[in-house]
């Protein structure tokens, strides 16, 4: 029980802790980064956005509007918006629109995501496509950015940097965490190494597409981990940025946390090629950063059970004491901030890592019942 225990902590403690610091050293020992030129307008390819919605009657005109205002020659960029089955004024709103260079497709029934991404991509003919969602916001120079990654050949895929804000505030109570990951990326992409995308803000060569299946959840991850299988770069590049608001309710975002954690297992279970180590870097970041998070509940769960089992000794009691002063701690915290009350960041810290994971093992069991669909789970916005 003694080595149950410690292989479950110590797991915790390298995927959250040792592995940054790991990820970074050899980034800077064995890492390269390649400045990105911005093209000039007589470089740039003609490119296409795709977008698939559901019930986005509140921002999808402001979203189409944000994509022609792009700094991007205006004969090269071609928008597809799918709508997939929306019941709301989505639809109507989307038939009022008459841009040449928008293209407006209405599905029905409701299917989910993954399958109106499949249907959009057959009609794009650029060799370029960028991906982003109903919600998100891109900074002027968002598609000119992300297009200039691809001027190396190699690249099959360039990941933008997504900035998340709470309506109202522009602030995000997550914020710390979203750039300890936005930090691990970066140094990921230095190994050729990135596992995944901001699902916001990526862009893929066309003729790398592989269609996904139809219950797919997390499509980001999936369509850029097919790229790098077929041996091309995933690059991250910060200077291709948007913004996203956040759920309003933390019972939103944990309703979305969940769908996605439920996600995270599916992808495991159709991506175990990563873990062969002829993957070199990405299975040392793959098993690290993404396979060692996933199960980190089980691991919590494990350490707390084996810890009760051993804790007639003196020095192991010390440590069962402190991992339920620690849970108490994340309880009332979750409460506090539920609430709307400040908590001091520590404080803060420990709610939000227990509610990660709370909502990854929903997840797991969302994800062991065998019943996943794709259609949508949206996530409500102000």
């Known amino acids: 029980m003694e080595v149950v225990f410690w292989i479950a902590v110590l797991g ?37 956005v795709v977008i698939a919605a559901y019930n986005e009657e509140h921002c999808i005109a402001e979203r189409i509007e944000n ?40 599905f029905q029934p409701n299917r989910g995501k993954a399958s109106t991404l499949n249907d959009l991509l057959q009609q794009v003919s650029t060799d370029i496509v960028v991906f982003s969602d109903a919600n998100t916001e891109f900074e002027p120079d968002a598609i000119r950015q992300l297009v200039s990654g691809f001027k ?18 522009n602030a995000n109570k997550d914020n710390l965490y979203w750039r300890y990951e936005q930090f691990i990326k970066f140094q990921e992409s230095k190994l050729d190494a990135l596992l995944g995308a901001n699902g ?41 940025r948007a913004r996203e608001e956040i759920a309003p309710s933390t019972l939103e975002e944990a309703k979305r946390r969940v769908r996605i954690g439920a996600g995270n297992y599916q992808a495991f279970s159709n991506l175990l090629w990563l873990l062969n180590p002829n993957q070199g870097w990405r299975c040392f970041t793959y098993f690290s950063h993404k ?55 520590f404080i803060t810290f420990i709610a939000f890592f227990l509610r990660l994971n709370t909502a990854l093992m929903q997840g797991f069991v969302l994800f062991s019942r065998r019943n996943l669909t794709g259609t949508w789970q949206r996530t409500s916005r102000s």
């Open 200 to 240: 916001a803000i990526y862009a893929i060569r066309t003729e790398l597409y592989v269609p996904i299946s139809a219950n797919t959840i997390v499509d980001d991850f999936q369509i850029v981990m097919n790229i790098a299988k077929q041996g091309c770069r995933v690059i991250y590049h910060r200077g291709a």
């Open 67 to 106: 994509l022609i205002a792009q700094d991007y020659p205006d004969d090269k960029l071609h928008i597809y918006i799918g709508s997939d089955g929306s019941s709301d004024a989505t639809n109507q709103i989307l038939e009022a629109i008459h841009h040449p260079f928008v293209n407006i497709s209405l």
């Open 152 to 169: 190396d050949k190699n690249v099959g895929a360039v990941c933008g940097e997504l900035d998340l804000y709470n309506s109202g505030s």
């Open 12 to 48: 915790i403690a390298y995927s959250y802790l040792i592995y940054p610091a790991l990820c970074f050293f050899f980034a800077k020992l064995f890492g390269s980064e390649q400045p990105i030129p911005v093209l000039a307008d007589e470089q740039l390819p003609k490119v296409s």
């Open 291 to 345: 396979v060692l998070r996933w199960f980190t509940p089980h691991l919590m769960l494990i350490a707390l059970i084996s810890n009760i089992l051993i804790a007639q000794q003196t020095f192991y009691a010390g440590f069962l004491l402190l991992q339920i002063i620690i849970y108490a701690l994340g309880i009332w915290g979750n409460r506090k901030i539920d609430e709307g009350e400040n908590t001091p960041w």
